[in-house]
């Protein structure tokens, strides 16, 4: 039953995952024009400049919106059509990049970040700010940690590295990276792409109900859905040191790993109630050749306890790696 139903959401999300494109630099409908900074208007027989250092414009009915860079910082404005007077209001803010803009009802949202850089595409975005602008009644709200938004409704629609917020509740997700809103449909089924990786939410239910990639499925097991796997690597000393971790989950401890060398994998698995979050806590211990028995190690070469959510349908893996010194933490989740 299971991989049928992940079957049909395979066949359904290949004809749903049509690329659609988002308003940009280089954006132009019948009357408007983007290019390079540029806001040109399109008349039957000329093109007009209106601004430039423009970062940012959405296309509402016969209204569009704009944000650009003014001699004293941001300035909002909208267009009408059939007018030739913009209407402008001062922002505040120490914005470096406005990456997406959405007008509606004369309220401004908007996606900025005050750095530059660009967010690695397989490691966590820490994000930039999702802010709500409404001139008319001079109220300015932002929300931190924002990879990408959508309005829904007339309700922000908001993805964080880790969660989707809608209508203040916070669903869990796995993907992270460079994410981003690909689609929503019928008002409830959220399409979330990485650089590699899609998966969906149903808004409605609350969770994420899918994940998968080009090349292949989310696996699934009945006997568990959380992996850990530690090694020791370019340890110069400890490599040949007979260890094991002790596993805590939950506060209760649970088992542990298997014995052997620090450089050698070794694997723990567990089946969790899905759809919660977990505490999943590993602890070192190392054979004292002297008393002749295996001892905890000290607190500062412990890893640290991990905060993870088990989703439906899926398998959770976490390595754990030593380098002598500390360790890092990779989650993901196994394909097939």
Same mark, same amino acid.
């Given at each position: ?36 900074? !540029?806001? &040109? %208007? $399109?008349?039957?027989? +000329? ?6 250092? /423009?970062?940012? *414009? ?126 929503? !449909?019928? &008002? %409830? $089924?959220?399409?979330? +792409? ?6 969906? /939410?149903?808004? *409605? ?132």
């Amino acid at each position: 039953m299971a991989d049928n139903l992940l079957k049909f959401f395979r066949l359904v999300l290949l004809v749903l995952l049509m690329e659609v494109p988002l308003l940009a630099d280089g954006f132009a409908d019948a009357n408007f024009q983007l290019e390079d900074g !540029v806001l &040109s %208007r $399109i008349d039957s027989c +000329k093109k007009s400049i209106i601004y430039d250092k /423009v970062a940012a *414009i959405h296309k509402n009915g016969d209204t569009l919106y704009y944000l650009r860079s003014g001699s004293e910082g941001w300035i909002a404005g909208f267009l009408k059509d059939n007018s030739d007077r913009a209407v402008e209001f001062n922002i505040t803010g120490d914005y470096k990049v406005i990456s997406k803009l959405y007008g509606e009802d004369n309220i401004f949202y908007f996606l900025a970040r005050q750095t530059d850089e660009t967010p690695p595409h397989n490691k966590n975005d820490a994000g930039g700010l999702f802010v709500r602008y409404n001139p008319d009644q001079n109220s300015f709200n932002a929300i931190e940690g924002a990879v990408d938004f959508h309005i829904l409704e007339g309700k922000p629609l908001i993805l964080k590295n880790g969660s989707l917020n809608y209508n203040g509740s916070d669903i869990p997700i796995m993907l992270r990276g460079r994410i981003e809103i690909s689609e929503v !449909v019928n &008002s %409830r $089924i959220v399409i979330v +792409k990485g650089v590699f990786d899609v998966e969906i /939410v149903d808004l *409605i239910a609350g969770k994420s109900i899918y994940q998968f990639n080009k090349d292949a499925m989310a696996d699934y097991n009945d006997k568990y859905n959380l992996i850990l796997e530690f090694e020791d690597r370019n340890v110069k000393t400890g490599g040949e040191q007979s260890i094991y971790y002790e596993i805590i989950i939950d506060g209760i401890e649970e088992s542990r790993t298997e014995t052997g060398r620090g450089d050698l994998s070794k694997l723990f698995y567990k089946k969790l109630p899905p759809g919660k979050y977990h505490i999943v806590k590993a602890e070192r211990w190392k054979l004292d050749k002297e008393k002749g028995r295996y001892v905890r190690i000290n607190n500062i070469y412990q890893p640290e306890e991990v905060k993870i959510f088990i989703p439906d349908n899926r398998i959770i893996k976490l390595r754990v790696e030593f380098n002598g010194k500390s360790y890092s933490i990779n989650q993901s989740v196994v394909y097939r």
